[in-house]
């Protein structure tokens, strides 16, 4: 196939990385191992080119490279390895490098969104440990990917900044409406500082107070 050819030939680093980019688009598997190779290229956009184009072909033989591109010296490259290997939610071995990406603040929200794909004990644990050091959009994707973990979003609805306060709420109200644990953080925010955060809790608490008048005056249907 010419475009592997030109991939593993040509002195352009924008003719490898147009190169790249093709050969995840076609999906052909004969092109797994030289875009492998070519995540050791000397060109960052290169590398970080050819692991977006494996994640297209979701082949297992890019797991283990995919892993070691996860501690390259390019930010981006290190950020679609990360993306990658959201393609392979089953596999144990992308759990802890991609925990260790936590620390990492260049990279965390798409380590946050991969870790999402992955149902593995170690995950929400390991989240939750990293959750007050990570930045400001790293909260925000951690809350948006795990709205539905009432402790981690608890978390959250004491941020310090506002923005993150009215994450929480919406998560309350999306995926936790029914949880009665959510009223005592929702009363503490009904009484925050910020007049938005304020008028959000209230409304969710009102919506929960209806929802629960809706469900009791539902007529019970005979067995």
């Given amino acids: 196939m010419a ?92 759990v802890e490098p991609l925990i260790t990406l936590l620390n990492d603040k260049y990279v965390q929200s798409a380590a946050i969104g991969t870790l999402g794909e992955i149902h593995n004990p170690r995950v929400m644990p390991a989240v939750m440990r990293a959750f007050k050091a990570l930045d400001h959009n790293a909260k925000k994707k951690a809350i948006d990917v795990f709205m539905s973990d009432f402790v981690l979003i608890n978390l959250a609805a004491k941020e310090e900044h506002y923005s993150l306060r009215l994450r929480a709420i919406e998560a309350f109200n999306c995926r936790l409406i029914d949880d009665p644990r959510v009223v005592e953080p929702l009363i503490q925010l009904s009484k925050d500082d910020n007049p938005t955060v304020r008028k959000e809790a209230i409304a969710v608490l009102n919506r929960r107070e209806e929802l629960l008048l809706k469900n009791a005056l539902k007529p019970e249907h005979a067995p």
């Fill in 3 to 94: 475009v592997i050819g030109a991939l593993q030939n040509s002195n352009d680093p924008w003719v490898r990385r147009k190169c790249a980019y093709i050969l995840g688009q076609i999906r052909d598997h004969r092109a797994v191992e030289p875009l492998i190779a070519a995540l050791k290229d000397p060109v960052g956009d290169v590398r970080s080119t050819a692991a977006d184009a494996l994640e297209t072909l979701r082949d297992p033989r890019a797991i283990a490279p995919l892993i070691a591109a996860l501690k390259d010296g390019d930010v981006p490259v290190r950020i679609q390895a990360a993306i990658a290997l959201r393609k392979f939610p089953s596999d144990p071995r992308i």
